[in-house]
């Protein structure tokens, strides 16, 4: 029979068909007893005369269609025969086992012959007559256990006839002796699926054995190992059972993976030993790659990671250890430059006849992935660079330098950096070009670490290095040539790497005043510059940034010329005003002008901070600051911010005043408040007749009205409650002339209070005359006389409410 499906599949499929078959007979049976049982009834019942109506004693009905089916068997025929084959060759393996190695000594020489001899000979003989009749599991297990007894037969003919034999090279010989057999006793039987897998298993054993009884040592081991890998290999690529390519492939990995281990334990102690071993490797994977499409990717980067450690182990035996991971760094170029040369347009059929992209793939990605381990040993002097110094260990201008080289650390690791650089060039792929940027920074960033340069010119290739990717954040294109999309990103990265050496580079310049001006005004050109040249949101953090440089700078030169905090705080105040006239005049309703004049302000906000040790000079410096946003506010585009910013410095800085002047009245700090808000809550009203009162006159008037009431319940004199309820009553009557609840209720309460606190004292003076019984009978008749027009009182409440309501 002729199928398109493989053995496998097809065998799998008439299992599945057998155990259907086998299910449904089995209900089949079930109706057949049935039937039988109730023809049997109705003969008896027929027998016995019995009467129509009596009930015939009979078998369970069938159930109906829609009853649940009866209780099939919970194994199949064929997975019940599959445990008991399984459970028998255990047993009968068991029995062999016990018998060579227990009952052995009990026979003669002859019968011990004669039983191995009947015995194998009856296991391995069987299975032909039982594959005739179709019995092929059981053909299965009585194979199986002719295997074992093979082996049993081998132990018992060196225990017997060659005792003397040594037992390394006894096992060797008997393995390879066994692999033979089993594998043509398998292919005379091909319907068996044990022999060949197990040959393969034994022709594991030999060579390595073989080198092991000869008394070699780890380095023949280790060509055995390779040897019997390669045979694999090949018995993996030419079989065409499933079972026997899988056994094959797992020795395979197994024994070259352990020869490939130890090529590359000893490229690093002998490394001329190992280079013939380590190529061996390479070789056979690269076979394996090219003849297994599948494992094609893995096995040409583990050979291209064996052919780098073999050449990279020679190189390393012949150069200084600093240039040794250069070496490696060498062999990986090569590598992946020669994979990357026949990826290219130019690889035709003559350059490369077979097309193998995962090959070559992997050797690329074997190549880099060594560069890529150079260059994590060759950024720790870029990353000193960059946080240098984390710690300050001197003075601020004091002149002495920390030191700021990598102890013990070469400067071949700047080389490993420019020839990792170098390949990433030609790599057309937007990844690769961001990396190679990076590399590049890394490298300026790390040469005085690397190379141990003086303190000025380590500034000054720091800045270079700044200046360098900041000039690509402004014209990427030059380096995202021919890359479609990675303008915007390779733009993004310099400015990233700019603002990280800009941000670094200026704590290294504290050591000297010198190095603090140049430095900050280096970065504030060069941001400027970028402010100036560049485009987005990159023109608008670089405008910041250029800020925060010159606020770094106007810092410096107050403290150079000697000048107090408080006093650097006012002279800080130059810089939101010149980000304010900027903005006026230049950055007028362009994007970046919001965050310029914001950076400005947060260093206002800095300068207030220093000037607050001096009350006087913090009174200053906000109403210049004041002066600044009502400048500000000139500008239609930002009245609504900066007069409100403006209006707040100014009442700040005349509190600030009052209190410098040792000013306790608090209508001198709350009259500042109230006379603008209730100006503002006028021309609000005005614009918007529907306003609330509480929100246009109830801040203001409460801003002096309620601290006024508080000092004047402790206040002795008489003075300040008079003008209190002067005022509260002027405003209750505006209230009540305009219709307002803010003023009527406010004004009408603080009134009421200021009049209780004035009457109390004779309020007090007036009970305390009166006999002790007059009090609770006027409170009596007071309830009475509520009682008695409680309905009047709570209809004049309703209409009060109402009249409130309706007032604004």
């Known amino acids: 029979m002729n199928t398109s499906l493989p053995p496998a599949e097809e065998l799998v499929l008439v299992d599945r068909e057998l155990a259907r078959l086998d299910a449904h007979r089995a209900q089949l049976l079930l109706r057949r007893d049935w039937l039988v049982r109730a023809l049997d009834a109705q003969r008896a019942a027929a027998a016995a005369s019995a009467p129509l109506s009596a009930p015939a004693a009979g078998p369970r009905p069938w159930p109906a269609p829609g009853a649940a089916a009866p209780r099939l068997p919970e194994a199949t025929p064929r997975s019940t025969q599959n445990v008991l084959l399984t459970l028998g060759g255990v047993l009968l393996t068991v029995a062999a086992l016990v018998f060579t190695l227990v009952s052995w000594g009990t026979m003669g020489i002859g019968g011990r012959a004669a039983v191995l001899a009947v015995v194998t000979s009856g296991a391995l003989f069987a299975p032909v007559v039982l594959l005739r009749r179709g019995l092929v599991s059981t053909a299965e297990s009585v194979g199986a256990l002719g295997l074992v007894l093979t082996v049993l037969d081998a132990y018992a003919l060196h225990r017997v006839a060659l005792p ?80 026997v390519r899988v056994t094959a492939g797992v020795g395979a990995a197994a024994l070259g993976g352990w020869a490939l281990l130890a090529g590359l334990g000893l490229s690093l102690t002998s490394p001329v030993k190992a280079l013939p071993l380590l190529l061996a490797c390479a070789a056979v994977l690269l076979f394996l790659a090219v003849r297994h499409t599948p494992s094609a990717l893995a096995s040409a980067l583990v050979a291209g990671l064996a052919g780098i450690a073999a050449v990279g182990g020679l190189l390393r035996a012949g150069v200084p250890e600093a240039w040794i991971v250069p070496g490696y760094a060498l062999c990986a170029l090569v590598l992946a430059g020669a994979a990357a040369w026949h990826r290219g347009p130019w690889a035709t059929a003559r350059t490369a006849p077979v097309a193998l992209p995962a090959l070559r793939d992997g050797l690329a990605l074997a190549g880099g992935g060594v560069l890529g381990l150079a260059t994590l040993w060759a950024l720790p002097p870029a990353v000193l660079g960059l946080l240098d110094p984390q710690v300050r260990t001197t003075e601020i201008w004091s002149g002495a330098h920390a030191e700021r080289t990598l102890s013990g650390y070469p400067a071949t690791a700047s080389l490993v950096l420019l020839v990792v650089t170098g390949a990433l060039v030609a790599v057309p792929h937007l990844w690769a070009r961001g990396a190679a940027l990076g590399l590049v920074w890394a490298l300026l960033i790390g040469l005085p670490v690397a190379f141990g340069l003086p303190y000025g010119a380590s500034l000054a290739v720091r800045l270079v290095a700044t200046a360098a990717v900041l000039a690509v954040a402004v014209r990427p294109a030059a380096v995202a040539r021919g890359l479609d999309g990675a303008v915007e990103v390779v733009a993004w990265l310099g400015f990233g790497f700019g603002l990280a050496s800009g941000l670094a580079v200026v704590p290294a310049a504290l050591d000297t005043r010198a190095a603090t001006f140049a430095v900050l005004g280096v970065l504030a050109v060069l941001f400027g510059a970028v402010a100036i040249l560049g485009d987005g949101v990159r023109r608008t953090g670089a405008a910041c940034v250029a800020v925060l440089a010159v606020a770094g700078l106007v810092g410096a030169g107050a403290a150079a010329v000697g000048l107090s ?126 306003a609330s009162s509480w929100t246009a ?41 305009f219709r307002l609840q803010a003023p009527l209720l406010l004004g009408g309460s603080v009134l009421a209070l200021v009049g209780l606190h004035e009457l109390a004292p004779y309020v007090v003076q007036a009970v305390g005359a009166l006999p002790r019984w007059l009090p609770p009978a006027l409170a009596g008749l007071l309830l009475l006389a509520v009682g008695a027009t409680y309905e009047q009182r709570l209809r004049d409440a309703r209409r009060l409410r109402e009249r409130l309501g309706r007032m604004r």
């Open 164 to 243: 003397e034999a040594d037992g390394l090279g006894y096992t060797a010989v008997a393995a390879t002796v066994l692999a033979g057999g089993w594998a043509a006793y398998g292919s005379a039987l091909p319907k068996l699926r044990i022999p060949v897998p197990a040959g393969v298993v034994a022709a594991q054993l030999p060579l390595p054995l073989g080198v092991l009884a000869a008394g070699g040592g780890m380095i023949p081991f280790a060509w055995a190992a390779l040897g019997t890998a390669a045979l694999d290999v090949v018995a993996m690529l030419w079989a065409k059972a499933l079972p």
């Open 565 to 690: 905090g408080p006093v650097a705080g006012v002279l800080l105040l130059v810089v939101p005003a010149g980000t304010a006239g900027l903005g006026g005049a230049w950055l007028r309703r362009r994007p970046e002008s919001v965050a310029v004049e914001a950076t400005g302000a947060a260093v206002g906000l800095c300068g207030f901070g220093l000037a607050a040790g001096r009350p006087a000079l913090l009174a200053l410096a906000l109403a210049l600051g004041g002066v600044i946003a009502a400048a500000t506010a000139v500008r239609e585009e930002r009245r609504p911010v900066a007069s409100w910013a403006a209006a707040v410095l100014f009442l700040l800085a005349t509190w600030v005043r009052l209190a410098v002047w040792e000013v306790t009245t608090p209508e001198a700090y709350t009259l500042p408040v109230t006379v603008p808000a209730l100006v503002v809550g006028v021309l609000r009203r005005r614009r918007d007749p529907e």
């Open 697 to 737: 006159y109830g801040p203001g008037l409460a801003a002096t009205l309620v601290p006024s009431l508080f000092a004047a319940w402790v206040d002795p004199y008489w003075t300040r409650p008079l003008l209190l309820g002067v005022g509260a009553l002027a405003v209750t009557l505006l209230g009540a002339r």
